[in-house]
DNA sequence: ATTCTATTTGGCTAGTTAGCCAAATAATGA
DNA sequence: TCATTATTTGGCTAACTAGCCAAATAGAAT
């Protein structure tokens, strides 16, 4: 593994670990049907305002999704959309639990 | 967000926290070629093997990957086939850096 | 049974993260 | 300007994770 091949992998994780937490799953999913305000995430997570707001500053950070203001209010949008296809299958793989194969297979 | 969401959200969570780390996501890459045991992949990371183990054991209790024992040698699996279409995916998206959109957009 | 090789597990420390509250910042309107 | 609403940032503690070493476990070969 070389310095070239490091540095992808942290890249890689570096998305990784801003997806993996559920509330900004969560976030990702909403994000998935159309921009929203923190306002109408925090309603919908029930969670602190601010820790909302953190949440979504981890995933700017990663580049996962990206931010407007509009007046007193900021909308973030996802950027990647490849995601929802992902975890798609990444349940699929968890419901077949312990089966060798799964359909889920992208590799020609 | 109900119970049945907060669910499926840990669950997700859980894969994308295994994933989440440069080495397991050289492991990753490097069982995606095919099956490799322990201590290949502990020389090519070069680490020390019992960190490569929990690693491996992170990934397996994720789902991510299986193992089989065959010999004195465990032959881990990658089992989460559609992780390098991810990857490219996200590669793609930070490469095209702030642009609004992306190709690798899967929704129909 | 003993030794060798491969792997896992326990235990520890240092570093990171989540989430709350309080305070700061920013846009809006009176 | 001052108050109101929306959002971010700082600070803190509790919980979690990585990675090393040492020890335990397991199969193979003598």
Redesign the interface.
């Known amino acids: 593994?070389n310095q070239k091949?490091?540095t992808?992998?942290?890249?890689?994780?570096k998305?990784?670990?801003a997806?993996?937490?559920?509330?900004r799953?969560?976030i990702v999913?909403e994000l998935?049907k159309g921009e929203r305000c923190v306002c109408e995430l925090t309603e919908?997570?029930?969670a602190d305002i601010s820790t909302v707001s953190k949440h979504l500053a981890v995933l700017k950070n990663a580049?996962v999704v990206?931010d407007e203001k509009r007046g007193n209010q900021v909308f973030y949008t996802l950027?990647?959309?490849?995601?929802?296809?992902?975890?798609r299958?990444?349940?699929h793989?968890?419901e077949e639990g312990?089966r060798?194969t799964?359909p889920?297979?992208?590799?020609g």
């Open positions: 593994m091949d490091s992808r992998y942290e890249t890689r994780a998305v990784l670990k997806l993996a937490h559920p509330t799953l969560f999913d998935s919908m997570v029930r580049h990206s950027r990647i959309h490849c995601a929802p296809e992902f975890f299958c990444v349940e793989l968890l312990s060798e799964n889920c297979t992208s590799q």
